[in-house]
């Protein structure tokens, strides 16, 4: 099933440049699938290895959580007065809270680099090697929202970053329900377009053989989806589906389609309650953490490369604009903004004799002008809007 090998990967470097980078895992999943006890599983997993995990909680909803997390989105948005300000019903308390978290999403990639990078006044505490995040089991609300995209982007634009879709076997068991689901997940990889893991979740109950066979036999999928039709079991053990023609042949070509899908993908089948699978899981992680090393990365950095041009032409463009509107003429260039001598200068009050002088060099006055303007935009570009205190806040409330 897994398509990649990691002999082949590019060695990824922390901002230190030598430790190696933690790998990001996020995992989400529908409600009820059982992300946060995998979570816990995981986390423990990890601890139990000696290599304890960044753990971050993106679902303001939760009461409570069965494993501790160092970022915590209920630390600093609290989802219920959401709701009650914006006059919000339940997702749209989830999607608001999201947005306003990720308002400081400058501040929680600080925090992150800074555990990746060895601590120079503690020199025994370790970089850690994995972030995970829990998400919300409104799957939309994070992964097709503004701020879903940007906060996979922030992290993926960081550290490697893999997806890990969990699955309820049980209940994923008949050919409509386990197709429905796969569907989810191609939906997931080509908008999040980051490496996937699919996890097929309470395997206690139900075995995933069947799915791994689904996957790889096209044929075996074909004889479970005509075995199906013949007893009227679409829904299968999940209920008593009936199916028509027209059912079972779209069921068909999907099947022929995802095919192709299920070649990126890696799946393993884990008992988060029992704690099968979770060795799997790990290597299934590695495996795909080097694919976005070798896949992934370049893809990314080029698109970033692409922005920052962007941002560059767009910035010198409102400047062209903003001295043509005052008429001062000249063409405007960012590239001046590195040489911008100390703006003070410029902002001294001027003398009584300076007031009066009517002599005042334009040439001067306009190079000053732009260069105020220049190092401003540079400026904002630079903060987007961090705020220390938020960082601070984080730390008190983790240690
Ligand atoms: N038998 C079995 N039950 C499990 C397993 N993992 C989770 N569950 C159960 O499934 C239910 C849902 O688990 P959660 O971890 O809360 O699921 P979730 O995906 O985080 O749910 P949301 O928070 O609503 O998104 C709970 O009753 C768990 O005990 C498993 O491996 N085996």
Not at 346 to 371: C, F, H, T, V, W
Request: hydrophobic letters at 35%; one cysteine or more; glycine letters at 8%.
């Amino acid at each position: 099933m897994d398509s990649t090998s990691a002999s082949t990967s590019t060695p990824a470097t922390g901002p230190d440049g030598q430790t190696e980078q933690p790998v990001v895992v996020v995992c989400v999943g529908m409600a009820g699938a059982g992300k946060s006890t995998f979570m816990h599983r995981i986390t423990s997993h990890l601890h139990a290895t000696k290599e304890p995990p960044y753990v971050m909680n993106l679902d303001p909803a939760i009461t409570y959580s069965p494993y501790q997390s160092n970022i915590d989105i209920r630390d600093s948005v609290n989802y219920k007065k959401v709701m009650e300000e914006y006059n919000l019903g339940p997702n749209g308390g989830i999607m608001t809270s999201l947005n306003l978290f990720t308002t400081k999403v400058d501040q929680v990639i600080g925090l992150l680099e800074k555990r990746a990078a060895p601590d120079p006044e503690n020199p025994n505490r370790k970089p850690v090697k994995h972030i995970l995040v829990d998400t919300p089991g409104q799957i939309e609300a994070f992964v097709w929202s503004a701020s879903g995209s940007i906060l996979l982007d922030s992290l993926a634009s960081s550290f490697p970053t893999v997806i890990a879709y969990v699955i309820d076997t049980p209940r994923a068991s008949s050919t409509s329900t386990f197709m429905s689901n796969m569907l989810y997940a191609c939906s997931i990889l080509y908008k999040t377009k980051l490496p996937m893991i699919i996890v097929f979740n309470k395997t206690d109950v139900k075995d995933a053989e069947f799915a791994r066979e689904w996957m790889t036999d096209f044929e075996a999928f074909q004889a479970a989806l005509e075995n199906d039709q013949s007893n009227n079991a679409f829904g299968g053990e999940e209920g008593s589906g009936h199916g028509s023609g027209y059912m079972g042949s779209l069921l068909n070509s999907m099947s022929l389609m995802l095919e192709e899908f299920y070649r990126h993908l890696s799946m393993v089948g884990v008992s988060a309650t029992q704690g099968t699978g979770i060795d799997d899981f790990f290597e299934a992680v590695k495996e795909k953490a080097d694919e976005f090393r070798r896949d992934y990365q370049p893809e990314l950095d080029r698109k970033r490369a692409e922005r920052e041009e962007n941002k560059k032409k767009q910035r010198e463009k409102e400047l062209d604009k903003m001295m043509k509107g005052m008429a001062m003429g000249g063409t405007a260039s960012t590239s001046a903004v590195g040489d911008i001598e100390p703006e003070d200068d410029n902002m001294e009050p001027l003398s009584p004799d300076e007031d009066s002088d009517d002599e005042i060099d334009d040439e001067q006055d306009r190079e000053g002008l732009q260069a105020r303007y220049e190092a401003s935009m540079q400026h904002q570009a630079d903060s987007t809007g961090a705020d220390a205190s938020f960082a601070k806040y984080l730390h008190s409330q983790r240690g």
